[in-house]
């Protein structure tokens, strides 16, 4: 069922994601070579409880605060103080909070350094990507709109490999949420898009391969199946009658984005 949020609740979701863009912007310039994943999500858990929040991943049994994930690995990185951040890596952040019981969610993904000409491409590209989701993301389209146009330019114009195993979703009175939001054409649920909707829309792009799995040994770390890099990004979002608002937006204004 989806559930469509009234002003007084997104006017509560937009402060959490607000919180939350404050917080990717004090983290970001941290991400350096030499940090370990346990550094940067304890990081993540002090700035949010320090601001009255909690870390929205502990309701889904996570370890961590923040999904950090390197490289091939597509989502759901298991912070650790083994895993250090090396010059060359691509890292997503993929961090939610949980504000006095409203949520945000969004994913960036961080160059370290001499990244490669091909992975800055692919960072580019998925940004692009989600940009173009949300643009689609409009009163009377269709969620496959946001799904088309995501893969038109990641698959279509590109070649990249676009996750299908997963895919955003609903968010704001809990984690995930109804619709299903796929990167890719469904023959899924097919809503129309409609004013009250929040959600996260968030583009998983591989290098080679759509195909993933289970990181061996891990029961949370998602990687490409041929070992190629993966890039994610996402932003929650809310859909008004006459425009939609990007809420994680790093530089919020207040003013959404207009459709």
């Given at each position: 069922m989806i559930r469509l949020k009234n002003d007084?609740?997104?006017?509560?979701?937009?402060?959490?994601?607000h919180l939350l863009a404050d917080l990717f912007n004090e983290i970001i310039p941290k991400?350096?070579?030499?940090?370990?994943?346990?550094?940067i999500d304890d990081w993540c858990i002090d700035f949010t409880r320090k601001f009255g929040g909690k870390p929205a991943w502990y309701q889904e049994n996570f370890p961590g605060c923040a999904c950090i994930s390197i490289n091939n690995q597509v989502i759901h990185g298991v912070?650790?103080?083994?895993?250090f951040i090396q010059d060359g890596d691509i890292v997503s952040?993929?961090?939610?909070?949980?504000?006095?019981?409203?949520?945000?969610d969004s994913t960036h993904t961080v160059m370290v350094g001499n990244v490669k000409s091909e992975v800055r491409k692919l960072v580019e590209v998925t940004r692009e990507s989600l940009m173009a989701g949300i643009q689609a993301c409009k009163v009377g389209n269709r969620i496959s709109d946001i799904s088309n146009a995501v893969y038109d330019l990641c698959c279509n114009k590109n070649g990249y490999g676009v996750v299908y195993d997963y895919c955003g979703h609903g968010v704001g009175l809990d984690v995930h949420e109804d619709p299903s939001i796929p990167n890719c054409p469904s023959r899924g649920p097919n809503p129309r898009i409609q004013a009250g909707m929040v959600l996260a829309i968030e583009p998983m792009i591989n290098l080679g391969?759509?195909?993933?799995?289970?990181?061996?040994?891990s029961d949370w770390t998602v990687v490409t199946c041929d070992g190629s890099w993966s890039c994610h990004e996402e932003h929650t979002v809310a859909?008004?009658?006459?425009?939609?608002?990007?809420?994680?937006?790093?530089?919020?204004?207040?003013?959404?984005v207009t459709n």
């Open positions: 007084e609740q997104i006017n509560k979701i937009r402060k959490s994601c991400v350096k070579p030499g940090i370990s994943t346990k550094e912070p650790s103080k083994k895993r952040l993929d961090i939610g909070i949980n504000l006095d019981g409203y949520i945000s391969t759509d195909e993933v799995e289970i990181e061996e040994g859909v008004f009658p006459d425009h939609t608002e990007i809420l994680t937006d790093l530089n919020y204004n207040g003013n959404g």
